[in-house]
């Protein structure tokens, strides 16, 4: 009789899983993986490992492209091929332009009204027109060019110091990272409020500037940490019954970071505009100035607290993902030296040793353009697009309940050995002579449809600029003759799990040059 007590466990799983599979069939809902079954309360949870879209992408290539997980007391469809992706963002994009209820949106989206997290409405309609219009527009990048050049002229100046003062070994082991660090957030920052935040040793500034900057710093390492870790509760809200957890806290407290770090930079620029003489004939010079320009005429549109959030948003979506993909595509370089050599030759070709390299120059420097495709199809910057339906619809055939959240594996399409060639092995070439380089839903990192990155033509910028001027500035050598670490670290952009570290020294037709940066 006791050895009956011990089957009870698994006679009610075996219940659990036939039930299930009846309510699927009936139901016509997408299959599961019927060799892991579903667990009371946590359901497949058990089954993910880090990093997610890996995880991810076994389960599909074991089960099939689409899948219906339970993850705690969320439905969660997962996709993972060109076609189902296609059929869930053209034919259903309206269905599935809502983003799921996560608790970083509730607490970093200003209660999921921000550009990122809020639902799909007007309000939602407002946010994308003023971002794609008024601050990420063609026109406006253009605008914005100066600062951009500006920028990338100072990295190579600052490593060139450091170089000259080597000579005649002129080489050092340097952590990449730091440089991509300084380079984008600086040039994020100025455009969109005009000041800097990371200074060089020659640099000199007031002790209230570098309090500024050293909060601003100490906010950005916050941001990182935070978004990279798992919030279980977002899928076992039971848990909450136990008290708001370490990582609410930590979001609660970050938010309030940075919400007055805004409001302090906004009131700040707000003030300058106002004790303008000329305010009229000023010239906008950044994207809060923009905005509060526009306030006047619109204020209930524009209000302070929608300005702040836009360029929070601006400010987590341009940076973390344009350094952590020059990351990987300058550790792809230093495992491919060939392919490093070639683009640097392209680079000199059309460029010169007169000149640093600008951004009309990429239409000339196709291959560099190729090394960028290449490296974000092997590490996209968004490696699963997160999403849920409005209504009940139907993909692949399957009925797709209200509420279900979405979840695209771009990271298991872009790097699916049944799509692509050789996969995991890095190979530019791939792209030569591909106008229609997106080839339908294969190729996707930046996402598609009404919820697709806005910022894309602003990253492909920044990207091509300062991989462009590492190439061409600097000789770049592993530290050992073992290949570089590709290993992923944790976060929504995959980070490396180790920070680069490589040889540099300035390449001979840069070192005339350099002293006149």
Known sequence: ME?????????????????????????????????????PLIGHLYLLRKPLHRSLAKLSAKHGPIQLLQFGSRRV??????????ECLTTNDITFANRPCLLAGKYLGYNYTSLVFAP?????????????????SCHRLREFEPIRADEMVRMPRRQGRICRAQIPRC?????????LVDLTLNAMMRMISGKRYYY??????????????DRFQEMVVEISEVMGATNVGDYLPVLRWFGVSKLEKRLICLQAKRDLFMKELVEELKEGLNKSLNEEKKKRNNMIEMLLSLQKTEPECYTDEMIRSIMLVMLAGGTGTSISTMEWAMSLLLNNPNVLKKSQAEIDKYVGADRLIQESDMTNLPYLGCIIKETIRMFPPGPLLPHESAKDCKV??????????????VWGIQNDPTIWDNPETFRPERFEGLEGYRDGFKYMPFGFGRRSCPGEGMATRMVAMGLGSLIQCFEWERTSESKVDLSEGVGI?????????????????????LPHL
């Open 200 to 213: 060089g040793r020659d640099d000199v500034i007031t002790e209230e500037e570098k309090k500024k900057a």
């Open 493 to 513: 952009t995959i980070p490396k799990a180790i920070s680069l570290e490589a040889i540099c020294r300035p390449r001979s037709t840069m070192l005339n040059l």
């Open 120 to 136: 799909y409405g007007d309000h939602w309609r407002n946010l994308r027109r003023v971002s794609a219009l008024e601050i990420l």
């Open 77 to 86: 469809l997962v996709v993972s091929s060109p076609s189902l992706a296609e």
């Open 396 to 409: 692949g055939g399957y009925h797709i309940p209200s509420g279900t959240m979405l979840l695209v594996n």
């Open 3 to 39: 050895a009956f007590y011990l089957y009870i466990p698994l006679i009610f799983l075996a219940i659990s899983t036939i039930s299930n599979y009846i309510f699927h069939k009936l139901h016509n809902l997408p299959p599961t993986p019927w060799l892991h079954p579903q667990l």
């Open 171 to 179: 080489t050092e082991v340097v952590q990449v990272k730091p440089f």
